[in-house]
């Protein structure tokens, strides 16, 4: 067996998410978020938990960067909570809340952690969602304003910025499914949500670029193939559909600066209403980005047909083995998305920003939990990476998904993606085998194979 070892610089890390483990709902001049206001609706997240007290971290992050440390991570991304520092509609920011993400920057950079952080993973403000969230063409503008009180906190140490994480699940999960926070149910809605979040990166990015510019600034998109189930005209057809919806629609305006066209007409002919768009506002989406993270989980087999207006398609795992989740392990999807990324937008610098599988992890007597699932899951894919560098793309960073075991969401704690189990009675933490597996790989820049 050969060694997959990566350029020497390249990134590797975990990340995480604020509603997902901080908790301290309404600790430290917290604000309400819509996923605060989400969760605590009876019947929307499946186990009944909330984000709350989550993995407890706004508490315990000296604990959690020591942890780090001890693991060997060199990366780390998370994101900032917009109510904690915004909390109500004053245009105040919360000192507090900035002090608190300025310590454990501080506290990473200690240990040797450099870290990259999310402007924006999904909890906005309940407030400004009161003011019809991202429907409200304004709320690119207060975004802005909350950008600039982060910039201006931690630019001089914090020199990795993700404007959004996944528009497209925050936009079509929380606007048109509406089993994500806000739960509206409405495609058009959807439609225009996406539409200003993509404004809102914008304007962040020219908003960095005026005050600082010493780092770099991109946006994380969730991509995955959409292939066609079979290759009959019809599936074929719908899975670029599928890929239009989900790809396209968000990959075209970012780095051609227009809607694709098949899907425009698509929606018109389905009688959607389309974004409200004003001139110039392609230029600003359009904004040149220093690298574009990559959000891959699975690929997607695309079957025509079903009655889910307006879209007429449905997908399957085809013949893979799945996650806990019902996710298929394909790890070809990966090299293959890398590369067409980029062939297709300009050989772009990409970092993967998220990949990594949920499994039914237990403690055995002896404390340890001995994920081997997880290990071959991430084994496949950071092959699969180093496959894509292999055939030039610019890859420079691979973060997995997660760190600890978090709040998956509207699935609640059932589903655990971290590379640490987390005791929720406790709140003790315990590194799993996948945990030692990946300080290894990080360790030798690479797979390394005894034989
Ligand atoms: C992604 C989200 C992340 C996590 C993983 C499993 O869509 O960005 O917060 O929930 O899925």
């Known amino acids: 067996m050969r060694d997959y070892i990566f350029p020497g610089d390249f990134r590797w890390g975990a990340a995480t998410a604020s509603y997902q483990i901080e908790g301290a709902a309404r600790k430290g001049g917290k604000g309400e978020s819509i996923w605060d206001r989400f969760t605590h609706i009876p019947g929307r997240i499946q186990d009944d938990t909330t984000g709350d007290v989550a993995c407890d971290h706004y508490h315990r992050y000296r604990e959690d960067v020591r942890l780090m440390r001890e693991m060997g991570i060199q990366n780390y991304r998370f994101s900032i909570s917009w109510p904690r520092i915004f909390p109500d509609a004053s245009g105040r920011a919360n000192e507090e809340g900035l002090r608190f993400y300025s310590d454990l920057v501080d506290a990473l950079l200690e240990n040797g952690i450099r870290p990259m952080v999310t402007l924006y993973h999904w909890d906005m403000p309940q407030w400004l969602q009161n003011l019809g969230g991202w429907l409200n063409r304004k709320s690119a503008d207060y975004f802005v304003q909350y950008c600039e009180a982060v910039f201006s906190g931690l630019g001089d140490r914090v020199l990795s910025w993700i404007t959004l994480n996944e528009p497209w ?98 929606y018109q002919d389905m009688g959607l209403t389309l974004p409200d768009m004003e001139p110039m506002d392609m230029e600003l989406i359009r904004e040149p980005v220093d690298f574009l993270g990559v959000n891959y989980y699975y690929i997607e087999f695309t079957r025509a047909g079903g009655d889910n ?10 013949d893979y083995s799945v996650t806990e989740y019902g996710w298929p392990i394909v790890e070809r999807g990966l090299t293959e998305l890398l590369v067409r990324l980029d062939r297709e937008y300009k050989h772009p610098k990409i970092y993967v920003t998220e990949n990594g599988a949920s499994f039914l992890d237990v403690v055995n007597v002896k404390g ?84």
């Open 368 to 451: 340890e939990v001995l994920d081997d699932c997880r290990i071959d899951y991430l084994e496949r894919h950071i092959m699969a990476c180093w496959d894509a560098v292999r055939q030039g793309v610019n890859l420079k960073g691979y973060y997995v998904w997660t760190l600890i075991d978090d709040f998956e969401w509207n699935t609640g704690f059932r589903n655990k993606f971290g590379l640490i189990y987390l005791d929720r009675r406790t709140g003790g933490r315990i590194v799993k085998k996948s945990g030692y597996w990946y300080r290894k790989i990080m360790e030798q820049n690479g797979i390394v194979n005894q034989d």
């Open 309 to 318: 207006w307006p879209l007429y398609f449905t997908t399957t795992a085809g």
């Open 169 to 266: 699940v925050c936009a079509f999960n929380g606007y048109y499914a509406g089993d994500f926070a806000p739960g509206i149910r409405d495609f058009s809605s959807a439609l225009q949500a996406a539409y200003n979040m993509l404004r809102a990166h914008g304007m962040a990015v020219r908003t960095y670029r005026k005050l600082h510019g010493n780092g770099e600034i991109g946006i994380t998109l969730n991509l995955c193939p959409r292939e066609p189930a079979t290759d009959n005209a019809a599936d074929q057809e719908a899975a670029l559909r599928n890929d239009g919806y989900a790809n396209r629609w968000f990959l075209d305006p970012l780095f051609k600066g227009c809607y694709p066209e098949d899907m425009m007409r698509y």
